[in-house]
Structures are given as structure tokens and as C-alpha cells.
């Protein structure tokens, strides 16, 4: 299931609810696209058509280093 937020227009107006959840939802994937777009500007991701036992330490490693990087 995809859940996405709601969109207004000229004739359409969100109602206090909608902009709510939209909010809502905007605020809990801001962080993953920002982990997205750290691993993009790391160039990362190309190196990631190997083993996916490797993988997946190689990206538990970088969130742990962008955490940090954050937290600083």
C-alpha cells in the first residue's frame, strides 16, 4: 500500500485534517529522503551490485556515519 499526502487546487481547498496528514507524512519521510540523497551524493549506490550480505553492512555503516555527521 502507498499512502501519500492529499493535494489541493484553484477549486479544491484542503480541509485542517488533510493538511494535517499531510504534514504528517512530510515529516516522517523528510529524513529518509535525505538519507537517500546523502547516499546519491556519495555515489554510493553503484557500488551496492555486490553480495547483498555486503550490502547491507556497507549501508548500516554510512547511516551510522551520517548519524554522526548530524548529531555534530
Do not use: C
Request: hydrophobic residues 45%; positive net charge; charged residues 25%.
Amino acid at each position: 500500500m502507498i499512502v501519500t499526502g492529499y493535494a489541493a487546487s484553484r477549486t479544491h481547498k484542503l480541509t485542517p485534517g488533510q493538511k494535517e496528514a499531510s504534514r504528517v507524512l512530510a515529516v516522517g519521510r523528510a529524513p529518509v529522503e535525505d538519507g537517500f540523497a546523502h547516499l546519491k551524493n556519495w555515489r554510493i549506490l553503484t557500488k551496492l551490485r555486490t553480495n547483498p550480505v555486503r550490502a547491507t553492512q556497507l549501508l548500516r555503516a554510512l547511516f551510522v556515519l551520517t548519524n554522526i555527521e548530524i548529531d555534530r
